[in-house]
């Protein structure tokens, strides 16, 4: 039923409608609230509000019924209390970084990071007068010996992005703790499903909701969250300083993601997993670089505190290759479309110099680095496809 003051104009009878049509409905679906001026019902609520009460709406850019939702379920699958979202993943790295840093701090960073964290850190250190170092990602509870007096935060990746070690978390945290370093964990490639962060002693967890969680290669969003309530708000003030926030919009693809996460993840996993062991198998491969595989450093650690592995590995060609016979035999791939952004349907592939992108570690191998992502299409059609592709570096 649709009520209205008929003693107004038309204009203002739409601009003041007086239908309430939500009671009695209810559905599945995540409903979008759309707001930047979100309204108050008398001043007593505007002079009451106070930024770091969750419970207040303030203003379309801080939070939404919908971006909260969101905020809620991913506490939940990552089994922490608080969440921020950001646009991007990158984002969410970078509410960590100025959340939490002041010039004269010190960063820790390992060298197998997720590229544009590395990049962030770098300009942190030239422009806002930090200092960033990179460790070696096997470092262990050898991190106690980098810790310095001014270290804030030290960041891992686990595994890292492209190359795959396993970091010893528990080892790392332990050393932060004992010195009082926040640490931040980029989480996204366990997408929060198969590595739970506050359970090994993390402060921070990252997320590139961009990724799994979305799943439809459509969308771009990030999350940071934590148990600690004084993390929170730092975090939570720093967002709000730098004008972050994300739409209503974006949040209900995000949450339609959800449901089938698990299911989604379990399948890639079973496909990478099949696919790599067959990968492993073939002549031109020196080495796998899959957490589940015992090539893979850390896959100790992988064994000890991941349930899962998702879709995502690397493998180092043999080094008689050349690095333009491995970007012929990428391109040669027909189901593997050449792109950055993994968590969605379709399979990825992508070739990295990796000597090129480390400081700290030596990296061992001399063959090309070809990362993979593996979709949800039939994996017959995939290894097929993989062994047509092969067949180019014959
Ligand atoms: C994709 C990704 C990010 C960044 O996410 P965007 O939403 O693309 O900015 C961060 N970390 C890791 C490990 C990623 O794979």
Redesign the pocket.
């Known amino acids: 039923m649709t009520k209205s003051d008929s003693s107004r104009t038309v204009q203002t009878q739409i601009l003041h409608p007086q239908d309430d049509l939500t009671p009695g409905f209810e559905s599945f679906a995540a409903p979008v609230t759309r707001a930047s001026t979100v309204v108050f019902p008398d001043l007593a609520s505007v002079r009451a509000l106070d930024w770091r009460n969750d419970a207040q709406w303030r203003y379309g850019l801080h939070a939404t019924p919908t971006s909260t939702m969101l905020q809620h379920r991913l506490a939940v699958i990552e089994g922490g209390e608080h969440t921020l979202l950001q646009p991007?993943?990158?984002?969410a790295?970078s509410n960590v970084y100025f959340g939490l840093l002041r010039s004269g701090d010190d960063v820790l960073i390992p060298d197998n990071v997720?590229s544009?964290?590395r990049d962030h850190g770098d300009w942190l250190a030239r422009d806002f007068g930090i200092t960033a170092r990179y460790y070696d990602p096997m470092i262990g509870a050898g991190m106690a010996d980098l810790i310095q007096p001014n270290t804030k935060l030290i960041w891992i990746?686990a595994p890292g992005?492209v190359t795959m070690e396993v970091p010893d978390v528990q080892a790392i945290t332990a050393a932060a703790r004992a010195r009082n370093v926040i640490t931040a964990i980029?989480n996204?490639?366990s997408a929060g499903l198969a590595f739970k962060p506050f359970d090994h002693g993390i402060d921070i967890s990252?997320q590139?909701?961009?990724?799994y969680q979305s799943g439809g290669s459509d969308v771009?969003?990030?999350a940071t969250i934590t148990r600690d309530r004084d993390l929170y708000l730092k975090l939570k003030s720093a967002r709000m300083r730098l004008g972050i926030g994300v739409s209503s919009d974006d949040c209900s693809l995000v949450l339609r993601g959800l449901p089938s996460m698990k299911a989604r993840f379990e399948a890639h996993d079973r496909s990478a997993f099949a696919l790599a062991t067959w990968l492993k198998s073939r002549g031109e491969i020196a080495a796998m670089l899959h957490p589940a595989f015992e090539d893979c450093p850390g896959h100790a650690f992988f064994r000890r505190d991941f349930t899962g592995a998702g879709g995502l590995f690397s493998v180092v060609f043999d080094e008689r290759y050349s690095a333009s016979q491995i970007d012929t035999f990428c391109e040669a791939l027909d189901l593997f479309a050449l792109g950055?952004?993994?968590g969605g349907a379709n399979s990825l592939v992508m070739p990295y110099d990796i000597a090129s992108m480390r400081s700290a570690a030596q990296w061992p191998h001399r063959g090309t680095l070809v990362r993979f992502y593996i979709g949800l299409e039939d994996e017959a059609d995939l290894r097929a496809d993989l062994e047509r592709a092969l067949a180019t570096l014959a």
């Open positions: 991007s993943g990158l984002s790295i997720y544009p964290n990746e992005s980029d996204t490639w990252v590139a909701l961009t990724k771009l969003m990030g950055w952004s993994w």
